[in-house]
């Protein structure tokens, strides 16, 4: 069975750094085809496509974002962990971690976490 | 503004047919696999369909995905209550930088 869960802080100061963690079992993040991506949706708004490991150590961000993230694996604890720095009251969102597939054509994700609740607030 | 158009709302009576389109902006999505989520409120989304047409595990044969050169769709059939939440589509775009996108959104009412 497939689960990820995101874990991180709830309130967060503007101009700090942001650190979450997405934990995950039922598979690997060293298998071929499968990565991990990190996808956001402030309150009433559309998903937004955050950043993407993969099986290889390989990462891919958001190109207005790319300057404030830094994904990165942890294969023997099964965790990835997203930081975004310089946060703003306009980065308040639900955070997900969902495992992407890109083993046959494009990418997609096939499970998601249930995500975090991030508030950007002094 | 998202490189992937929807329309912001649809609606239709239970038991009736809906569809949702899914067009990008000044480029054809011919060359793209798309991909469509659902999500109730108040909960993250699911996956229903992939590489354009291919249901996801579970997923009712109600819910059908197809593609031209110009947009995607989603079709969903005989709707339920249940139906009732946002549609994204997906997809990965590689014509400047490798991204993920999803598109705006569009909301599902069943009447």
């Known amino acids: 069975q497939v689960t990820l869960r995101e874990s991180g802080p709830a309130l967060v100061e503007p101009t700090q750094t942001l650190t979450l963690t997405c934990t995950l079992s039922?598979?690997?993040?060293?298998?071929?085809?499968?990565?991990v991506s990190w996808v956001r949706q402030p309150p009433g708004k559309a998903l937004e496509w955050l950043a993407l490991?993969?099986?290889?150590?390989?990462?891919y961000y958001s190109t207005s974002l790319k300057t404030r993230l830094t994904i990165s694996k942890d294969t023997s604890k099964s965790q990835v962990v997203l930081t975004m720095t310089n946060m703003d009251p306009l980065d308040t969102a639900t955070y997900y971690c969902a495992r992407v597939h890109w083993g046959g054509y494009d990418p997609y994700c096939d499970y998601w976490g249930q995500g975090t609740l991030v508030t950007v607030s002094s | 503004q998202s490189v992937l158009t929807q329309p912001p709302s649809v609606s239709a009576a239970p038991g009736q047919k809906v569809t949702i389109s899914c067009s990008r902006n000044n480029s054809n999505i011919a060359n793209n696999y798309v991909s469509w989520y659902q999500q109730v409120p108040g909960t993250a989304p699911k996956l229903l369909i992939y590489?354009?047409?291919k249901r996801s595990s579970g997923i009712p044969g109600r819910f059908s995905g197809s593609k031209s050169d110009t947009s995607a769709t989603l079709g969903i059939t005989g709707l339920q209550t249940g139906d009732e939440a946002e549609y994204y589509c997906?997809?990965?775009?590689?014509?400047?930088?490798?991204?993920?996108?999803f598109g705006g959104g569009t909301k599902l009412t069943v009447l």
């Open positions: 590489d354009n047409n």
């Open positions: 039922g598979f690997s993040l060293s298998a071929p085809g499968l990565c």
């Open positions: 997906g997809i990965w775009d590689t014509s400047l930088s490798a991204v993920m996108v």
């Open positions: 490991i993969d099986w290889d150590d390989d990462e």
